[in-house]
């Protein structure tokens, strides 16, 4: 009976702290044909003016906590959650076509990737001239790292997590080396072609999903800009992290991101994985399994580098 009552103290000390740490709300902005529904975290109780990070997602359906079908790591929603204990706002947001922010009709070969980048700087925009805060930061992750470099204004603060620093065919590449079997050689090629412009036709129905006709017209959209040369024309504060358990991006792409942008600040978090948390078991199968165990928790490294690095 003691134990029991004890969960129920800390259920209900929980739920206060849910209810009277912060605020939450959702938010729809206009951007070119579509409205960017995301959710607004704001401290509670906040005296004067606040920090706000917009959170950027990665590639593919990536919605505004970091799930995707067959996915669900609520990575940004910890994230937000643990950043607004810190005195920071946060939003995050569904990319154009996933989630809420679905567009009527929607066309996928008419996407392209500024278009991620202008619907980044809609959603800047409207918070820009908002005096409940002092200050806006980009952190895009994985993809969302190239779309927050584009969309930073200067002077503005910026930080990359898991953000590749090659091109994205060279990182398709090398996330699929030793997994296509006799099909790697015509992948590779096909990729080339497209990042030379040209769309190409696909006769495998293993990678149909990848080089589908739909899709081609944004790959090579994406595939022309190489972070290392983005990072450089950024005028701001940029903070860069990685983790050194992420089987996406490895611990090198910011390396070389670092290596490209003088004065910008590296932090490598020991066994933190691509969404966001330190694990103790380093197998890839317990690895992979953690991005559909959304109770695990999110990096405290994570936490505290970000809220150092915005409260600056």
């Known amino acids: 009976m003691k134990n029991l009552f004890v969960f129920a103290l800390c259920l209900l000390l929980g739920q206060h702290g849910m209810a009277h740490g912060f605020d939450e709300s959702e938010m729809n902005i206009p951007s070119n044909g579509v409205e960017i529904s995301g959710t607004l975290t704001m401290p509670a109780h906040a005296h004067g003016a606040v920090p706000l990070v917009i959170l950027i997602a990665g590639s593919g359906p990536t ?50 990737f500024d278009d991620m980048v202008a619907d980044a700087s809609a959603v800047r925009a409207s918070f820009a001239q908002d005096k409940r805060f002092s200050g806006i930061t980009f952190a895009g992750h994985s993809e969302g790292s190239l779309v927050g470099m584009k969309a930073t204004p200067q002077g503005s603060k910026y930080i990359s997590i898991a953000g590749p620093a090659d091109d994205a065919s060279t990182i398709l590449k090398t996330q699929l080396k030793g997994r296509l079997g006799s099909l790697e050689d015509q992948t590779f090629k096909q990729l080339d072609s497209l990042a030379a412009g040209q769309m190409v036709t696909c006769n495998m129905p293993a990678l149909m999903a990848l080089f589908r006709p739909s899709v081609q017209p944004y790959l090579i959209s994406w595939f022309k800009y190489k972070p290392t040369t983005e990072i450089k024309k950024l005028d701001a504060p940029v903070l860069i992290i990685n983790g050194t358990a992420d089987l996406q991006v490895a611990v090198a792409e910011a390396e070389k991101l670092h290596q490209a942008k003088q004065g910008s600040t590296l932090l490598l978090i020991d066994k933190m994985n691509h969404v966001l948390t330190e694990l103790s078991d380093l197998d890839p199968k317990t690895n992979s399994e953690s991005y559909g165990k959304p109770e695990l928790p999110v990096s405290k490294k994570l936490v505290d580098a970000i809220a150092l690095f915005v409260l600056k």
């Open 63 to 112: 919605d505004r906590d970091c799930n995707q079908q067959g996915m669900k790591s609520d990575a940004f929603k910890k994230l937000a959650h643990a950043l607004v204990i810190n005195g920071i706002a946060v939003f995050r947001y569904d990319k154009r076509g996933v989630g809420k922010s679905t567009i009527k009709n929607f066309d996928e070969s008419m996407l392209r």
